[in-house]
C-alpha cells in the first residue's frame, strides 16, 4: 500500500508539473502572439499611410477618405452594397449599384489588415492602374476606387457569370459558334493587354465572364477580369514570379 501510494504522488506530481509547463507554454504563445500583432499593425500601418502615399510604384492607391465618408456593410460612398459574388484570399466581391444609376455594378472589397507586404500592395497598386489602362470591350472597366481606414474598395464593371460556371452548365460542349466567340474574345483581351505591355499572369476559366442570353442560351460581352496578378514586362526580359 505504501508503495502505491508512492507512485499515486510521483504521479500527481508529474502532471502538476506537466500542468505548469502547459500553462507557462500559454502564456508564452500568448506574448508572442501579441507582440506578432503589433509588429503587423505597425506594418501594415506603414504600407498603407506611408508607402502608398511615397512610394511610385504605389502612386495608384488613392489617398484614404476622410472620416465623414459613409462606409457600413450596406453602404460605401454613393455605392449600395447587396450579394456577395465571390470570395478569395485578401478580398470579398460584392454585387452593388450607384446612387442614381440602376446599372448593376461589382465591388472589391480588399481587407487592408490582409496585406502586410509591400509585394501585396503593388498588385493591388497594378491592377488599379492597368484596369484603367485597359479600355476594351474585352476587359472588364474600372469605375471608383475608394481607400478607407480599414478597406479599399475598387468598383469595377459587373459583367456576366465566369466560364467555370458556364462550363457546368454546358456538359456536352457548346455550338460551334459560341466556342469561336468565347475563344476570339478571350485572345482579343490578351492581345489587347499584351499590346500595352501588360501580362494578366491568372488567366483561368474562373477570370473569364460572359453573359448568357436566356432566351437561346448564346454568349455575349466576353471579358477578362481579376487583375491582381498582372504586371507590365519588356521585349527583353523574363518574368520570374511565381503566380498561381
Known sequence: IASMKR????????L???????????????????RYNDVKSNL???LWTQCAKHH???CNIPPQESDTFVETEQQVGDIAVTSLLGEGQFAGVYNCTRK???TAYALKVIQKDRIASFKSLSRISNEVVHLMELKTPYIVSIKQVHHTSTKLYILTELGGMD??????????GVSEKDAKLIFSSVLKGVMFCHEHRVCHRDLKPENILLSVNPADGSCSNVKLCDFG?????TDDTLLT???G
Do not use: M, N, W, Y
Not at 16 to 34: M, P, Y
Not at 229 to 233: A, E, Q, Y
Open 7 to 14: 507512485k499515486v504522488e510521483k504521479l500527481e506530481a508529474s
Open 229 to 233: 496578378l498582372s504586371t507590365k514586362f
Open 44 to 46: 501594415v500601418t506603414i
Open 100 to 102: 442614381g444609376d440602376k
Open 16 to 34: 502538476e508539473a506537466a500542468r505548469k509547463q502547459h500553462d507557462e507554454v500559454l502564456d508564452e504563445f500568448s506574448t508572442l502572439r501579441g
Open 163 to 172: 466560364l467555370f460556371d458556364f462550363f457546368d452548365d454546358h456538359p456536352d
Open 56 to 58: 511610385p510604384d504605389l
Open 241 to 243: 514570379d511565381f503566380c
